[in-house]
């Protein structure tokens, strides 16, 4: 290692980019001709207007007029356009250039694509160019998905652009290599006659509609006043509260003039006037006091009424949707309906009662197929729900009090048993059997020791009770967390607990039910 200087070369690598440059900066010195294309770039404008004969060109979208002379052209623009667009297309076939400015959102880009697929489907190529990647990939995202594996993007950087190039160059080859000659010329022989089959329907339909434009557009003599189609209709919405109670159909051909004079129409005129709003009831009868039905009964059929046309302008304007019918067989089961939405909101609002989100949740997961073996096992427990309910009762009325340890213990119960058949708990010899007696000791039955075999019967009715109210718990919590219910727990004293959070439950369950 010295401190001396040292100088390191090595040859400028080669760029294809570079290279082009420098065979375009030789053609132009050796004088080479420039397309007219990328000469006009570099030209000054001329000051006068270009003269060019317009294109005819014939579109899907178009109106199918074609104004002189010569044969019309197809128009393969796949995107909507108008006229403004066409008038591009047509100087771009006569001109050497077209300049085209316009704010954003105008419309610039969607004109492009559909330049470049008119282009493609009449055999030219086309290469677009831009400052940025963003506005080219827009421009790629509105060329027709059919006709995009047609466009060769070079975006990002160069080796990622060359990338693209091929693989979109591949697809293209591939996509060739595939079309059989004489089946394409046959399939575009009968495109072309669909085409044309097409703009001859369009122009049917052009000239119908032209039809009644002026059928519409044309002036008629009403009452000697000219007026047009609009204005009629116009005059006849006006009039439709009036006259809708006239339903014969009428026009202005002279087997409908009215069948009277023009001194008759002025006396038919005149006692319209008088009566006014009456005219309704001038054939009609007055009928007596005794026909007439009660008040009650018209104030019944005055809120029916009420609430019939309240229902009819709902239907008109969207917020109901009307019955599929009006026969007996519909409407039976419109009452049905409203009977089951009734039940189930009066549920629902018995539910909103609950402390807890639960109610809810259940009824989401009622609904849920994934939950159906959880809602079987709950609504195999209704049952049981009865059952315990009406057992609880009979213990209101008549209480017991049952030490808990005494519930779990072999031999208090064989004690209690032996006391429902005997009347007495133990036998003549008793020997250690002290905690039990102490256990038995302490049972009460609405506030008494109990006295013979009924009392002990009823005992045991609660140790049954009690039996089935752990059955039930131990079933009920191993869905619980799966339906998002509360975990149960405690016996024959939190009876009232569990029925309430059970009868809740089947409340939730039954309004899925009736809403399904």
Request: aromatic share 6%; net charge negative; charged share 25%.
């Amino acid at each position: 290692m010295t401190d001396t200087w040292v100088l390191f070369s090595r040859p400028r690598a080669n760029n294809y980019l570079i290279e082009d440059l420098k065979r375009l900066q030789d053609q132009l010195a050796n004088g080479c001709d420039i397309p007219v294309g990328p000469l006009a770039l570099v030209s000054p404008p001329s000051d006068k207007p270009v003269e060019y004969e317009a294109v005819n060109f014939r579109g899907i979208s178009s109106r199918g007029n074609y104004e002189g002379g010569g044969k019309p052209q197809e128009l393969y623009f796949p995107l909507p356009y108008n006229s403004e667009q066409v008038t591009i297309v047509q100087r771009l076939e006569r001109a050497a250039g077209v300049t085209v400015q316009g704010p954003p959102g105008t419309g610039k880009t969607h004109t492009i694509a559909n330049i470049i697929c008119h282009y493609l489907a009449t055999g030219r190529r086309v290469l677009v160019t831009s400052r940025g990647e963003p506005a080219l990939e827009v421009l790629q995202s509105k060329i027709p998905e059919e006709v995009r594996d047609l466009t060769v993007a070079l975006l990002t950087s160069d080796r990622e652009g060359m990338r693209q190039f091929q693989g979109s160059i591949e697809a293209i080859q591939h996509q060739v290599s595939q079309i059989n000659p004489e089946e394409m010329r046959e399939q575009i022989s009968i495109l072309q006659q669909a085409i044309d089959r097409t703009h001859s329907e369009l122009s049917t339909i052009d000239r119908r509609v032209d039809e009644i434009a002026i059928d519409q557009l044309s002036e008629i003599k009403v009452d000697g006043a000219p007026m047009r189609a609009q204005n009629l209709a116009e005059l006849v919405v006006r009039g439709q509260d009036d006259y809708a109670w006239f339903d014969d159909v009428l026009s202005l051909s002279p087997g409908q003039a009215p069948p009277f004079s023009e001194n008759e129409a002025g006396t038919l005129r005149e006692y319209r006037r008088k009566l006014g709003a009456d005219l309704i009831y001038a054939s009609a009868s007055i009928p007596s006091a005794d026909d007439l039905p009660n008040p009650a009964d018209i104030a019944e059929l005055h809120n029916v009424l009420s609430q019939m046309k309240k229902l009819d302008s709902q239907v008109k304007n969207g917020q109901l949707l009307p019955l599929k019918g009006l026969t007996a067989e519909v409407l039976q089961s419109a009452r049905e309906l409203l009977a089951s939405v009734d039940e189930a909101l009066a549920l629902v609002v018995e539910l909103d009662a609950f402390d807890g989100d639960w109610p809810t949740e259940l009824r989401v997961r009622c609904r849920v197929s994934s939950f159906a073996s959880e809602r079987q096992a709950l609504e195999m427990l209704f049952a049981d729900v009865d059952h315990l309910v009406q057992a609880r009762a009979k213990f209101l009325i008549k209480p017991v009090n049952f030490p808990s340890e005494g519930l779990t213990s072999p031999k208090v119960l064989e004690a209690i048993a032996r006391a429902a058949e005997t009347g007495k708990p133990f036998g003549l010899l008793s020997f250690g059997a002290g905690d039990t007696k102490s256990l038995l000791s302490s049972i009460r039955v609405a506030g008494l020791t109990p006295n013979g075999n009924g009392d002990w019967e009823h005992i045991q009715r609660y140790v049954a009770l009690h039996g089935r109210v752990t059955s039930f718990l131990a079933r009920w919590n191993q869905f619980a967390d799966a339906l998002s219910v509360p975990r149960l727990s405690g016996g024959v004293e939190s009876l009232r607990e569990i029925e309430l959070v059970a009868v809740a439950a089947r409340k939730a369950h039954t309004s899925c039910e009736v809403l399904r």
